[in-house]
């Protein structure tokens, strides 16, 4: 039975990723009491030994775990930004193009998407590949997370008890240079980086992210309906990806539960500017349901094996 190691069980995301791989009986998940930073010894020999080794730490953390890997037939997922557009990785977003399955099954080195990236690139690299986007275009876009996207420190942050002083809401990317914007670029063909303003929500899981796109940008006749179609057509047979329309008492597009399992797209505006959305979970496809489905395509088992029931 193939065997699978997670290395930052302890936090946000791979808590949830155990929770998950702990039902699973195709699978070996190796899992000691005592594991991460103390228990290095035990920890390299496991790395060096899964079939995968899920990496779900920090950074710089995650760059010393892959240095202790030294078993060349070990596979690894990093769901860290670190290997978003290095060489030699392939990026594990199964939906992003045809071949992009085929190319993960066959990695050795899968870097997981970052949680807004997920949403922004689903919705905008159709449009793109179809001419409805010119590449060139100044981009901009907005997204709000909650706050576990800030990993087991903000969730802490948020939980402890505060009154009313915790904020409803940050921005936090005030320099423009989120650790997500280069696979952004890469993955939509976009020929400039996209500016990209994250907000943190007092809530904790949930995303939106918000790309309007000026006409200037649009090939001419693109409305809301039709660049809906083109979108259904693109994830026609997609299990994690649905098109949307907006809905409820106010017409509105809600984050609230349930938030689904997949990635949810909608084309709103009207017929001069369009406002792509994606409503996701950033602990679910923005990073667990990722990582499983990046690791089934490796072992070769069912891409949605142990995804399935929460459908
Ligand atoms: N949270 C999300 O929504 C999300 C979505 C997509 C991708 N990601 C990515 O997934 C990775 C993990 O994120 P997270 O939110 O799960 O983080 P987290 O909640 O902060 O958990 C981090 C994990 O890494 C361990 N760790 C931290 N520093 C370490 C060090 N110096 N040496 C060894 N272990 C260390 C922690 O162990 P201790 O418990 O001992 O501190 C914990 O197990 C990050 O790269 C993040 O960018 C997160």
Aim: proline letters at 6%.
């Amino acid at each position: 039975m193939k065997s699978v190691y997670i290395a930052g069980r302890s936090g946000t995301s791979g808590l949830l990723l155990h929770e998950m791989l702990q039902k699973r009986e195709d699978i070996r998940l190796l899992a000691p009491e005592v594991q991460g930073r103390d228990a290095l010894d035990r920890e390299t020999e496991l790395l060096n030994t899964a079939d995968v080794a899920i990496l779900c730490l920090p950074s710089a953390a995650g760059k010393k775990a892959l240095s202790r890997i030294t078993n060349p037939t070990i596979r690894v997922i990093d769901t860290s930004t670190t290997h978003s557009v290095a060489d030699g990785w392939v990026y594990g977003l199964p939906e992003l193009k045809h071949g992009q399955r085929e190319a993960i099954s066959q990695a050795r080195r899968v870097s997981g998407p970052g949680c807004f990236a997920t949403g922004f690139i689903l919705a905008l690299r159709p449009l793109v590949d179809g001419g409805l986007v010119d590449p060139a275009a100044p981009i901009c876009v907005q997204g709000i997370g909650g706050y576990s996207a800030g990993g087991k420190r903000m969730v802490e942050w948020y939980e402890q008890p505060k009154g009313d002083t915790a904020p409803f809401a940050q921005v936090f990317g005030l320099n423009l240079d989120h650790a997500q914007v280069p696979e952004m670029q890469r993955y939509t063909g976009l020929q400039r980086p996209p500016l990209f303003v994250p907000w943190v929500g007092n809530f904790r899981r949930g995303m939106l992210v918000s790309i309007p796109l000026h006409r200037d940008w649009l090939k001419p006749g693109a409305s809301p309906a039709s660049v809906r179609e083109v979108l259904r057509e693109r994830y026609a047979g997609e299990r994690l990806v649905s098109i949307k329309t907006r809905g409820g008492l106010t017409g509105s597009i809600t984050l609230s539960n349930p938030l689904g399992v997949g990635v949810e797209l909608y084309v709103e505006g009207n017929d001069d500017h369009l406002l792509l959305m994606a409503r996701l979970d950033n602990l679910g496809k923005g990073s667990a349901i990722a990582a499983i489905q990046n690791m089934n395509l490796l072992l070769e088992c069912s891409e949605y094996a142990g995804i399935e029931e929460q459908f």
